[in-house]
């Protein structure tokens, strides 16, 4: 069964830092792309970025929001996907979701984890 | 950016309604499209993509059509349990933009 379980979340100061986690399980973490996505309280779903697979060359995509200030990471070999958040803003408060990517479906989230809260205050 | 325009923003059906949500794309992005449905305190779940791939697993009451610009999500006889809200995502381009959501309610 394929599992994905955020951790690392809580509540930090403006300015701050925090880096949260992604555990996989259940599917070879290592074939996939893997995202992040975001969700302020009351509000839609903001897709924060990507991370490619070893073959190309773990590469990332950003939303401008977090550009410079968020990276994206990942450990095949612990099957985890990390999001080091620096330089936090009230404004990047939300609940923060890893997703798989499922290439051969168009590149669509496949699945999710249940997300873990960070709040900047 | 592509935007993603969703309507409507909400909606207030009967169990057994035809129910259709619509995302406008502000340029073509062929059917890189995914519909997904969000209960309150719980992750999305994906129903379609490609535009019109239904998930495995998914009730066949789910539908999803278009290409290009215009994409529709059409539940044809709405359940107690699809009372939720639904989010398009293109993934033609990068940044990946959502819809604004639509959240369906009981009338």
């Known amino acids: 069964e394929v599992q994905l379980v955020e951790s690392g979340g809580g509540l930090v100061q403006p300015g701050g830092s925090l880096r949260l986690s992604c555990a996989a399980s259940g599917f070879t973490f290592s074939d996939h792309y893997m995202d992040w996505v975001r969700q302020a309280p009351g509000k839609g779903l903001e897709w924060v970025g990507r991370t490619r697979k070893k073959v190309n060359s773990y590469t990332t995509e950003y939303a401008a929001s977090v550009k410079g200030r968020f990276t994206i990471s990942r450990d095949d070999s612990k099957n985890s996907l990390y999001l080091q958040m620096n330089s936090l803003k009230t404004e990047d408060t939300a609940v923060y979701y890893c997703?798989?990517?499922?290439?051969?479906?168009?590149?669509?989230?496949?699945?999710w984890g249940q997300g873990t809260l960070v709040t900047v205050s | 950016d592509i935007q993603m325009t969703q309507s409507p923003t909400s909606l207030s059906a009967s169990v057994g309604d035809r129910v259709t949500i619509t995302c406008r794309a502000s340029q073509g992005i062929r059917n890189d499209l995914g519909w997904y449905q969000q209960k309150p305190g719980k992750a999305p779940k994906r129903l379609i993509y490609?535009?019109?791939s239904l998930q495995s697993g998914v009730p066949s009451r789910f539908s999803g059509s278009g290409s290009g610009t215009e994409f529709t999500l059409t539940i044809s006889s709405l359940q107690p349990e699809d009372f939720a809200t639904y989010y398009c995502?293109?993934?033609?381009?990068?940044?990946?933009?959502f819809g604004g959501g639509t959240k369906v309610e009981i009338k």
């Open positions: 997703a798989r990517v499922a290439e051969s479906e168009s590149y669509s989230f496949d699945y």
């Open positions: 490609a535009a019109s």
């Open positions: 995502l293109q993934h033609n381009s990068y940044p990946l933009t």
